[in-house]
């Protein structure tokens, strides 16, 4: 799907764990797959229900150190930076994060993730200046983290609303 076509695809919705089963088809065959972001762990990078991110599948042997994967800890789904990694065991943590950190084995891994659009349809890769910037400054101090997303969410106080209950992900219709 092409980053144009989001908007109008993207009218159902389905729940968290459903809609991710759903996309690692097209993963699993090579394709892209563009999904609209939800929650703010990965904020400033990502804005919940605003941005789009797109994933492309990844070899879960090649995972580095500063890559956005979205991978299977437990019961959920997430898409984290990667902070650190120990033979088979990777450490994520979101950027909005200011101190939690969840860990899976390699084979949890199952898409990295490669560009955001903005409502702009600005696409943002991950090659891209804002991109390195955020994975080269953002700090790794959990206190000064925490001071920033504070300072952040003043700011720009409508990206961090009333969550809906329940997470739920937009869903292309079926054919």
């Given at each position: ?165 329940g997470r739920q992900h937009l869903a292309a219709p079926t054919a």
């Amino acid at each position: 799907m092409r980053p144009s076509d989001h908007s109008a695809l993207w009218a159902k919705k389905i729940e968290n764990n459903l809609f991710f089963e759903t996309i690692q088809e097209p993963l699993a065959k090579g394709e892209k797959v563009w999904i609209t972001a939800r929650g703010n762990s990965m904020y400033p990078l990502v804005r919940s229900d605003i941005d789009a991110v797109l994933l492309q599948p990844t070899d879960p042997n090649r995972a580095q150190v500063g890559q956005v994967l979205l991978a299977k800890v437990g019961e959920r789904y997430i898409m984290h930076r990667v902070e650190k990694i120990l033979g088979e065991q990777i450490t994520l943590r979101g950027d909005g994060n200011p101190y939690q950190r969840e860990q899976c084995r390699r084979a949890s891994l199952i898409a990295e993730m490669v560009a955001v659009k903005r409502p702009n349809g600005r696409v943002y890769d991950k090659n891209s200046t804002l991109w390195k910037r955020v994975q080269a400054y953002w700090p790794a101090n959990g206190h000064l983290r925490r001071l920033i997303l504070a300072l952040l969410r003043r700011i720009i106080p409508k990206q961090f609303g009333a969550q809906r209950p329940g997470r739920q992900h937009l869903a292309a219709p079926t054919a």
